[in-house]
Structure formats: structure tokens, C-alpha cells
């Protein structure tokens, strides 16, 4: 049985830090990731936490990859569009290079966009929206994966899980957040099962046959269904679209195709859309965008079993940063 250990949540951090450098991980790419890393187990979010170490250092062994690639921003004055090349290094260094200057751009004109390109994106996307809403911003973020999703009525994968995330900002609360996957399960929701030898709930996937499995291998060699049949099935093909072609990056079936080493660390794009809310009611009306909302939020929670996404985020990270995480030893092998 695996051994845990308690550690507080800067020790975390240290711990990934230390394992992507001795790796040979650049410093800043290095530094970005754990961030990343780090805050996904501080949060509860297990499959984007030290689990994911692995996979990138795993990538490292892919040809294409850049380990010490410094992101490079492209702003043109007349554009609403802020680009980040990331030079075939990984998504949260990225990011953190087009933050600044895509909130500078959406203050000025209330609506921009970062388009992040030529990256591994192995992580969740509610960090980044979290951080832009932290800062005033309503923000969308999208990105494509590796093919592991079939389109509705067919059997072979195409699509990656496809996530897409919001957030909101609020005055006295944390930002509303949600990020979800377009496909029933996140593949590392079925990573995590299999290595805990449990089964998958019904309707998450179909073997190589394209009959109904609830076992994680024959759903990993299979192919993975959409939320919602043909409706999440059009919201991933909305996201190939808008992290592939409209960025002129892979899509999710190409990005298979460069994972010579069956690593499972997506390539491509991420698209990001962030809006100034001072820009958003008619002006002149009365109106404030902000209050609406709390009305909104409250009449949800004023019925039983509701809650608003992102409150088990919260409340797992206050735990966390007053107890320490309970991490398991083969949590990061
Ligand atoms: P979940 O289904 O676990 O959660 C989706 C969202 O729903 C979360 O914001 C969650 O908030 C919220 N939520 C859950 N239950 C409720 C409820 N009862 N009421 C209100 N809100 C609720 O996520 P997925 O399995 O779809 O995705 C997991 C992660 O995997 C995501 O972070 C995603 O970005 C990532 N991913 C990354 C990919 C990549 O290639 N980079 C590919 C696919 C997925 P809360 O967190 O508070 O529970």
C-alpha cells in the first residue's frame, strides 16, 4: 500500500520545483508548472496535480519539445488579439508572459483576446481564469487535447476532452468559476480510476468495438464519450475550431499524431477571451452587471443541493493551506 505524507503547501511546490530541474526543466518553465501543479493539489484537483509531474518530464522525451523555451509576446496596437508563442515549451509560462498585457488590452478596449501558441498544455484551465477574474475581468478560456473522444454517433476518437472555463469576478467573494471538460470524464479522472482499480460510471466511454465499457483500459484503448451526446459533442468541435484553426494550431487528432512516445501531453493552442464588465451594460442605464449577478447567485443558492461551481475549489484550498496535503509517496512516479 502506498505510504502518505502531510506537507504543507510550499513543500508541495518545492517538491515539483525540484523534480522538473533535476530533469532539466528551465527555470521558468520549471517555476510556472509547479505553480500550476501545486495549486491543483492545494485545490483538491488530484488529476492535475503531482500526478501530471510525470507527464511532463515524459514529454521531454518527445523531439519537438523546448524545456527552456522563453514565451515570446506578440501585441500589435491595432489588434484586440495578444499572442503568445510559446515556442514549444509549456502552457503555464505562456501564460503568465500574455496576462498582463491582455488585461492592459481589455481594459482599453473591453474586450480582448490571448491566443496562446505552440505549447504543451498538460494542466487545467481554471488557474488562468481564476487569475484574470481575480484581477476584474470576466474570462473564457479554451483548448484542445489529444484525440481520446469520439464525435456523436461515431466510435474512433477525434476529439480531445476539450475543456472550457469562466470566470467571473465578485466584489466580497472569490471569483465564480467553473472548467469542465467537454467529454463525460477528464482522461485523467480514468487514469486515477484504473490505478485505484475502479470502475467507470456508465456512459463515460466504449472499448475498441465501440460497445459500452466501464473498464478503464478498454476505455482508454477505446475511445471517450461527450457530456450530453451530440451537444458536448458540438461544443468540442467548437473548441477544435477555436483553439485549432482560428489560432492556425493542431488540432486534437494532429496532436496525437507528434505524441510519438504515446506520452498522452496534448500540443496546440490555447484561446482565452476576457472582458472588461465596466463594458458591458448599455451605458447610461442603472443597471450594475456586478449586483445582478449576486441576485442571480442567491436565488440558485436558495435552493437546497445547489451550489456554485468552484466552492469545493475554495474550501478544499483553505483546508489545504491550514493543514497541509496528504500526499501519497507514488503520487508523483
Ligand atoms: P468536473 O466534472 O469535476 O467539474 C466541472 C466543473 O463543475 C467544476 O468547475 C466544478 O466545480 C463544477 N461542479 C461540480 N459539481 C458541481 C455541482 N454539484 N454544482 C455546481 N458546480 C459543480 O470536471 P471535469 O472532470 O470535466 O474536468 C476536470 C479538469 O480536467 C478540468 O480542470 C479541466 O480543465 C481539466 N482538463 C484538462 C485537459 C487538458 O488537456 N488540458 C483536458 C480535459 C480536462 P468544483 O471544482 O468546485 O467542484
Request: contains cysteine; negative net charge; hydrophobic residues 45%.
Given at each position: 500500500m502506498a505510504k502518505e505524507k502531510r506537507l504543507s503547501v510550499d513543500a508541495v511546490y518545492e517538491r515539483a520545483?525540484?523534480?522538473?530541474?533535476?530533469?532539466?526543466?528551465?527555470?521558468?518553465?520549471?517555476?510556472?508548472?509547479?505553480?500550476?501543479?501545486?495549486?491543483?493539489?492545494?485545490?483538491?484537483?488530484?488529476?492535475?496535480?503531482?500526478?501530471?509531474?510525470?507527464?511532463?518530464?515524459?514529454?521531454?522525451?518527445?523531439?519537438?519539445?523546448?524545456?527552456?523555451?522563453?514565451?515570446?509576446?506578440?501585441?500589435?496596437?491595432?489588434?484586440?488579439?495578444?499572442?503568445?508563442?510559446?515556442?514549444?515549451?509549456?502552457?503555464?509560462?505562456a501564460l503568465q508572459a500574455g496576462y498582463e498585457p491582455v488585461m492592459a488590452k481589455a481594459k482599453q478596449r473591453g474586450?480582448?483576446?490571448?491566443?496562446?501558441?505552440?505549447?504543451?498544455?498538460?494542466?487545467?484551465?481554471?488557474?488562468?481564469?481564476?487569475?484574470?477574474?481575480?484581477?476584474?475581468?470576466?474570462?473564457?478560456a479554451f483548448t484542445g487535447a489529444n484525440a481520446f473522444v469520439a464525435p456523436a454517433g461515431g466510435t474512433k476518437p477525434l476529439f480531445g476532452t476539450n475543456p472550457m472555463a469562466f470566470g467571473w469576478p465578485r466584489k466580497d467573494h472569490p471569483p465564480l468559476v467553473?472548467?469542465?471538460?467537454?467529454?463525460?470524464?477528464?482522461?485523467?479522472?480514468?487514469?486515477?480510476?484504473?490505478?485505484?482499480?475502479?470502475?467507470?460510471?456508465?456512459?463515460?466511454?466504449?472499448?475498441?468495438?465501440?460497445?459500452?465499457?466501464?473498464?478503464?483500459?478498454?476505455?482508454?484503448?477505446?475511445?471517450?464519450?461527450?457530456?450530453?451526446?451530440?451537444?458536448?459533442s458540438s461544443i468540442a468541435?467548437?473548441?477544435?475550431?477555436?483553439?485549432?484553426?482560428?489560432?492556425?494550431?493542431?488540432?486534437?487528432?494532429?496532436?496525437?499524431?507528434?505524441?510519438?512516445?504515446?506520452?498522452?501531453?496534448?500540443?496546440?493552442?490555447?484561446f482565452l477571451m476576457v472582458i472588461d464588465p465596466a463594458h458591458g451594460v448599455l451605458p447610461g442605464s442603472p443597471n450594475n452587471g456586478a449586483e445582478r449577478a449576486e441576485q442571480l447567485f442567491e436565488a440558485l443558492l436558495a435552493q437546497e443541493g445547489t451550489r456554485l461551481p468552484s466552492d469545493r475549489r475554495y474550501k478544499a484550498r483553505e483546508k489545504s493551506l491550514a493543514e497541509g496535503i496528504v500526499i501519497s509517496e507514488n503520487s508523483d512516479s
Open positions: 520545483l525540484d523534480q522538473l530541474l533535476t530533469q532539466g526543466v528551465s527555470a521558468v518553465q520549471a517555476e510556472a508548472i509547479a505553480t500550476t501543479v501545486t495549486s491543483a493539489e492545494r485545490d483538491g484537483c488530484l488529476s492535475h496535480g503531482l500526478f501530471r509531474i510525470p507527464f511532463y518530464i515524459g514529454a521531454l522525451k518527445n523531439d519537438l519539445i523546448n524545456a527552456a523555451a522563453q514565451p515570446t509576446v506578440i501585441d500589435n496596437p491595432e489588434s484586440s488579439v495578444i499572442h503568445v508563442d510559446g515556442h514549444n515549451g509549456f502552457c503555464p509560462a474586450i480582448a483576446a490571448l491566443a496562446i501558441h505552440n505549447v504543451y498544455n498538460i494542466a487545467a484551465l481554471w488557474p488562468e481564469v481564476e487569475h484574470l477574474a481575480r484581477n476584474g475581468f470576466v474570462a473564457f467553473f472548467d469542465q471538460a467537454s467529454s463525460v470524464c477528464a482522461r485523467g479522472e480514468i487514469q486515477l480510476m484504473k490505478n485505484a482499480g475502479e470502475t467507470l460510471p456508465d456512459g463515460c466511454a466504449i472499448d475498441a468495438n465501440g460497445q459500452p465499457t466501464n473498464d478503464p483500459d478498454a476505455a482508454l484503448a477505446g475511445a471517450q464519450l461527450t457530456f450530453g451526446g451530440h451537444k458536448g468541435l467548437m473548441i477544435e475550431l477555436l483553439a485549432g484553426a482560428l489560432l492556425g494550431d493542431v488540432f486534437s487528432y494532429e496532436s496525437s499524431e507528434l505524441d510519438k512516445h504515446n506520452i498522452g501531453a496534448p500540443f496546440g493552442g490555447e
